[in-house]
């Protein structure tokens, strides 16, 4: 079984640019997360899916940073206009549904590393 | 609020020495979950394990274990006769009450020396 892809595995910007993040979940996957780590700090949230519903974007910095996940399977995080601080690995998760155990594991992908010149 | 502290940035040992990476937690709520991930020079993270707060039994797999006590909120994870293959970034991170989201530690850099 395919495990959670991401891509590009990197992209070189420039400030003012725009860029699209793509995240493939594993099959049957109904929650999607995406997360960052900036400059060798925590890995943050950014916001959590289930199917193609926003459940939490709490953790979105600010509104040049738009997600979408249309027919609940894939993810787009778009970044527009881009700025320095926005360098950092992107990181998309999914698990299954949530069920009786209260709480499914969360399956990384290996992120996309984006630079912002 | 979550938090999730990783007081150790960088730790650097000989291969086959025992080393233990500590986290430390916080949280309100009376129902957790904790983790931890491996981030290999390759860049994913790769899931080690969960623990339930209900659950404080200690946990061996392999060379790998983990001290969970919530007496100190920690949740320290131990490798056994350290490899190099071993080293990588380790995350702890924690998950609670209505949360779906994982609130990470900032990693430790563990480096195996041959």
């Known amino acids: 079984e395919a495990g959670v892809t991401q891509f590009p595995s990197h992209s070189v910007i420039e400030k003012g640019q725009t860029v699209t993040l793509r995240c493939d979940p594993i099959s049957g996957h109904d929650n999607l997360y995406w997360y960052r780590r900036v400059m060798g700090k925590e890995i943050k949230f950014l916001l959590h899916?289930?199917?193609?519903?926003?459940?939490?974007e709490s953790g979105m910095p600010n509104n040049r940073f738009l997600a979408e996940r249309t027919g609940g399977t894939y993810s787009t995080l778009k970044v527009q206009p881009a700025e320095l601080e926005d360098s950092g690995v992107y990181f998309c998760?999914?698990?299954?549904?949530?069920?009786?155990?209260?709480?499914?594991?969360?399956?990384f992908g290996p992120g996309t590393r984006l630079t912002v010149l | 609020a979550q938090k999730v502290t990783q007081a150790q940035t960088e730790i650097s040992v000989v291969e086959k020495e025992d080393v233990t990476l500590d986290c430390v937690y916080e949280t309100r709520d009376t129902t957790y979950y904790l983790f931890w991930y491996k981030q290999p020079p390759s860049g994913e993270l790769v899931f080690l394990i969960r623990?339930?707060?209900?659950?404080?039994q200690n946990e061996i797999s392999g060379r790998y274990s983990w001290n969970f006590q919530k007496s100190t909120s920690s949740f320290n994870f131990t490798i056994t006769a350290s490899q190099v293959v071993d080293s990588a970034v380790y995350f702890c991170a924690l998950t609670s009450g209505s949360a779906r989201q994982l609130t990470f530690g900032s990693g430790t850099q563990l480096t195996v020396l041959p």
């Open positions: 899916f289930v199917k193609e519903s926003k459940q939490d």
């Open positions: 623990r339930n707060s209900f659950d404080e």
């Open positions: 998760a999914s698990s299954q549904a949530f069920g009786l155990a209260g709480y499914n594991e969360q399956f």
